[in-house]
């Protein structure tokens, strides 16, 4: 293999896909040294990653993610954030937006860890370097479950925060969907009606038309049929 060759691999990024188990890695963090994502086995994990400490968009995400760090964990999910920083940077920045208000959040305490990616390795590994920059990472979302499987991935630009709302949509309807074994429609919130997965058998066809018959069921079509949500 030429250097040149060597210096690509090295340089390679990866993109893991929706279905497949998180890369594994241990890096040290804010609240210290974490095995990733086995420290995490039985819950779920939102990893997340942010261009720079000490930047405007980054820090109302943080402020938000904080805000809402104890819905997230009664939801049986923990945080993990991440950028090319150290670990000072990151603990002077995360000290300094324990003193700042903002939309209604008042001077919030990030419990959550913070990964010190300096070498780029998880931000490589998780595809997380593009093409607006090859020293920070973009506004990278995963949605990893209680088996370390990556079940949704976001990407954002720099320029454009988060939209928290629809973050946590995201994992209400994954775990919604594991729990009844149902799908969910186009802008689906809870409480909503949900879909019931289509029957793959004639026969499944004209028990599903039996069973749309009850008040819980709207069958469009044999193939769409919505439930009530309970």
């Given at each position: ?216 069921y709207e069958m469009k079509d ?9």
């Open positions: 293999m030429t250097e040149q060759n060597v210096e690509n691999v090295e340089n390679a990024v990866n993109f893991p896909l929706i279905g497949t188990k998180a890369p594994e890695f241990k890096i040290n963090t804010t609240q210290g040294m974490i095995n990733f994502p086995e420290d995490f086995k039985g819950k779920w994990v939102i990893l997340f990653s942010h261009p720079s400490d000490f930047t405007p968009v980054c820090t109302t995400e943080f402020m938000t993610f904080a805000s809402m760090h104890d819905e997230f964990n009664a939801l049986n999910t923990e945080l993990v954030g991440l950028s090319i920083d150290s670990i000072f940077s990151h603990l002077a920045w995360l000290n300094a937006i324990g003193n700042y208000s903002w939309e209604g959040i008042d001077k919030p305490e990030v419990k959550f860890p913070l990964i010190a990616d300096l070498k780029m390795e998880v931000a490589k590994m998780y595809g997380m370097v593009q093409g607006e920059s090859d020293i920070t990472a973009v506004r990278a979302v995963f949605f990893i479950d209680p088996e370390g499987m990556i079940r949704t991935i976001l990407y954002y630009p720099a320029s454009l925060g988060r939209n928290f709302a629809e973050i946590k949509r995201i994992l209400l309807g994954l775990q919604k969907s594991d729990k009844d074994g149902v799908a969910l429609p186009a802008n689906w919130e809870p409480g909503k009606d949900v879909i019931v997965p289509p029957p793959g058998t004639c026969p499944a066809v004209k028990e599903r038309k039996e069973l749309a018959k009850g008040e819980e044999w193939y769409l049929t919505f439930k009530k949500d309970k």
